[in-house]
């Protein structure tokens, strides 16, 4: 892919950002009004920020332009390790052996996983 | 009109506190004794020309250094008062509420107004002389950037007058630090003021990056950086992938507070633990965020002192590139206590004791490069010699404490207080001192006096020891963190404990004073290299010129400016100059964040209305800038040489 930020239509772009919007709608549609399971709902909504993200960084942040590529690259994987460990970490963290079960406990399937895990 | 008198009174200002009235009338004679200078001198042209709207990374950077001073002031005094409180049981100086916010602030101040202000200051200063850069690659952001913080400390420091301070601890733990538990708009103060220096925190993070990948001077490899810019370089790292983290937790919980939604909450679902799971994720890397840039300063310095190169160059880059990952997997050991499965706390405590490792590899590092040199003992390399051992005893303490077996008995007492102040004080406090002093000549034309230099460093060094180590022992005798009262058998190593805060307190008046006796005694530099220094900063002349380098030096291995030295090379040739090209001066960063300021302060006060006007300030002054055309302008090459001739005198 050549550098496209030059001169011309910014057909990438609108692409790009049309598609980050029909993506949104389609996440809060899945949350709000959806009526899946919750599960359902959880997956739907990752994969769909994924997709996003992918967007974002090809479409607009020029991640295949290469002159600078190995920093980009460095970087990008620094991101995506400290994001697997702010979500998997959270998780990990805060279900094992942590009881938020003071008030009453939770009624998705979530929360249940969690109690079985408890000791 | 009676209501709103009633509003002031009972809710605005603080009331019935005569120390806060001390303060009230103090801070007012203050600014009325500054408007005063700056109209009767004429200087409010000077002051905003020359620094409110300046880009110039060399006057952010003393404009952050002033700053952190008044913090460290600030923060100090705080410390003083809790080891007034502290010294006999039964005191009745701070009651516990006032106590509370006391400790709250002074440790927030600390950490997140004073330690990284300081060394970002020293950063913005020296990081493109160190690399042969004429700016920041964002000057504008960097203004940006001050602005953010500047006007962040002030929001977080008008509390105590103004509303009250925060007093849920610098860790800010939900659900104490809730809604339902903290009403008023105390927590709100650090919420926002955290929140609105934190952008700047970040934006700092992304222009140090940028600048240092992309502004280096031509040859100057990656592995030819200053050990200084390496750890700045990791620094920035760090800071750009963990104050997201904050960004977002401060947010979640300032929408707790004010719109009443449940994620900290122990209500409806929340997680009050949620709150110390994201706050450490920031708040780890935010250690190593304090800690690189001073191991980077003390690497310079005794280097240079040891006139010697650094001994394991190479180590020390590996060793803070394993600590900049590992920083991010260690969090959990902050609240091994709240009692996650055996495979977390095991997790974590192996994790913990294995970043001790590289931080050990740069101890020996720093003795390795002492080892046969030829030592000078100048002011900067006693703060970097007593470094090294008080650091290894915060260090290992640290070990101790990474143990989540043992951690359940040092929690939360004055064990883990030692530590982290044997940590943050030898390593951060004492590099922050060590860089200042070393660098000094370089920013003011001047070195600080080395007699009175030599008596603060004395009084600071045995005053810290003094009123720290005696804590560990506190911590073994079950004295517990934030306590604001003592048992009578605690009371001999409290009275210790405070006569050293005393003498540190000593040894920071001759320090302050210090920079008033060189302003006005030193002998003026007449020459840039003050120190016999080895990396290119110690290139330019003193005063340094605003562009920095007349022409930028071929960089041919490390210690850039030793080599050039070696070949009677300057950074003045006057075949090459060329005109240089200048980033402007712009006021939209003040008045960006003086706008932000407003909207924060209506937000601490839950003003709706107050809060969207800054909010619509603050994209105005964005929208102008995004229509700004202002490409800078070029330095002539007539007004170059006349520069370059006047500083270097008969020189070449």
């Given at each position: 892919m050549s550098s496209e930020h030059s001169e011309g239509f910014p057909k990438k772009h609108i692409v790009g950002f049309i598609a980050s919007i029909v993506l949104t709608i389609v996440a809060a549609w899945a949350a709000l009004s959806s009526g899946l399971p919750t599960p359902w709902i959880i997956t739907a909504i990752m994969v769909l920020a994924v997709i996003q993200a992918c967007i974002q960084l090809f479409m607009f942040m020029h991640m295949t332009e290469t002159d600078s590529g190995g920093i980009q690259v460095g970087n990008m994987l620094q991101a995506f390790f400290v994001a697997a460990v702010v979500v998997a970490g959270s998780i990990w963290t805060m279900s094992f052996g942590y009881s938020h079960n003071h008030d009453g406990g939770g009624n998705d399937a979530e929360m249940e996983n969690h109690e079985d895990m408890d000791h | 009109m009676e209501n709103f008198i009633n509003f002031l009174v009972d809710d605005f200002f603080v009331t019935g506190e005569p120390l806060i009235y001390g303060a009230m009338v103090s801070m007012a004679l203050v600014s009325i004794a500054i408007v005063f200078v700056l109209t009767y001198f004429k200087k409010w042209g000077y002051l905003w020309r020359e620094w409110l709207t300046t880009v110039d990374h060399k006057k952010i950077g003393i404009m952050y250094i002033i700053a952190a001073i008044a913090m460290l002031f600030r923060g100090g005094v705080d410390g003083l008062m809790m080891r007034i409180q502290l010294t006999l049981p039964g005191m009745e100086f701070l009651d516990s509420q006032h106590y509370n916010e006391v400790f709250t602030t002074h440790g927030t101040i600390m950490i997140i107004f004073m330690a990284m202000p300081f060394l970002i200051g020293l950063m913005n200063y020296i990081i493109p002389l160190q690399i042969g850069a004429r700016d920041v690659a964002f000057p504008f952001l960097n203004a940006v950037s001050f602005w953010s913080f500047a006007f962040g400390a002030l929001l977080f420091n008008i509390s105590f007058v103004i509303g009250g301070s925060p007093d849920a601890g610098w860790t800010n733990y939900a659900p104490m630090a809730g809604e339902n538990l903290n009403p008023g708009p105390s927590q709100n103060y650090y919420l926002m003021g955290l929140q609105v220096a934190g952008i700047g925190t970040l934006a700092t993070g992304i222009n140090f990056l940028v600048t240092i990948l992309k502004m280096r001077a031509p040859g100057m490899k990656m592995m030819r950086l200053p050990i200084f810019t390496w750890s700045s370089l990791i620094t920035s790292i760090i800071i750009v992938f963990a104050f997201p983290i904050l960004t977002v937790a401060l947010a979640l919980m300032t929408v707790d507070r004010i719109f009443g939604s449940h994620f900290f909450t122990l209500t409806g679902e929340g997680m009050p633990m949620m709150w110390a799971n994201l706050f450490w994720l920031w708040g780890h890397p935010e250690v190593y965020i304090v800690i690189l840039p001073a191991f980077g300063i003390f690497s310079e310095v005794i280097s240079t002192f040891a006139r010697k190169q650094l001994f394991g160059y190479k180590a020390m880059v590996i060793s803070m590139v394993i600590i900049a990952g590992l920083s991010f997997v260690v969090w959990v050991h902050h609240f091994f206590t709240m009692g996650s499965g055996a495979a977390v706390n095991s997790f974590f405590s192996v994790t913990t004791m294995l970043i001790a490792v590289p931080t050990g590899v740069k101890i020996f590092n720093w003795l390795g490069t002492m080892y046969k040199g030829r030592i000078r003992f100048d002011t900067p390399m006693l703060w970097s010699l007593a470094f090294i051992p008080c650091f290894v005893i915060g260090g290992v303490t640290g070990v101790m404490l990474a143990m989540a077996a043992a951690d359940y008995q040092y929690h939360n007492t004055y064990f883990l207080v030692a530590h982290f102040h044997y940590v943050l004080i030898a390593g951060t406090v004492f590099g922050c001192f060590a860089g200042l002093t070393f660098w000094y000549p370089k920013m003011f034309g001047h070195k600080m006096n080395e007699k009175l230099g030599k008596i603060s460093f004395w009084f600071f060094m045995i005053g810290f020891n003094v009123c720290f180590l005696p804590m560990y022992f506190l911590g073994f005798a079950g004295m517990p963190r934030r306590t604001y009262t003592i048992e009578p058998e605690w009371m001999p190593l409290s009275v210790t404990a405070s006569v050293g805060a005393a003498l540190m307190a000593i040894g920071f008046a001759v320090f302050v004073y210090n920079i008033y006796y060189s302003f006005r005694y030193s002998p003026r530099e007449t020459q840039g290299d003050a120190w016999d220094?080895?990396?290119?900063?110690?290139?330019?002349?003193?005063?340094?010129?605003?562009?920095?380098?007349a022409t930028v030096p071929k960089i041919e291995g490390p210690e850039a400016y030793w080599i050039m030295k070696s070949k009677g090379e300057t950074t003045y040739d006057k075949e090459k100059v060329e005109p240089i090209h200048m980033p402007s001066d712009s006021g939209i960063p003040f008045i960006m964040m003086a706008f932000m300021f407003v909207g924060s302060f209506g937000l601490v006060w839950e003003w709706i209305w107050m809060a969207i006007a800054g909010l619509i300030g603050v994209l105005v002054c964005m929208f102008i800038r995004s229509f700004d055309y202002d490409d800078g302008f070029h330095v002539s090459v007539e007004e170059i040489k006349e520069t370059e001739e006047k500083a270097r005198g008969g020189e070449k």
């Open positions: - | 220094g080895r990396a290119l900063e110690w290139a330019t002349t003193t005063p340094v010129p605003y562009y920095n380098f």
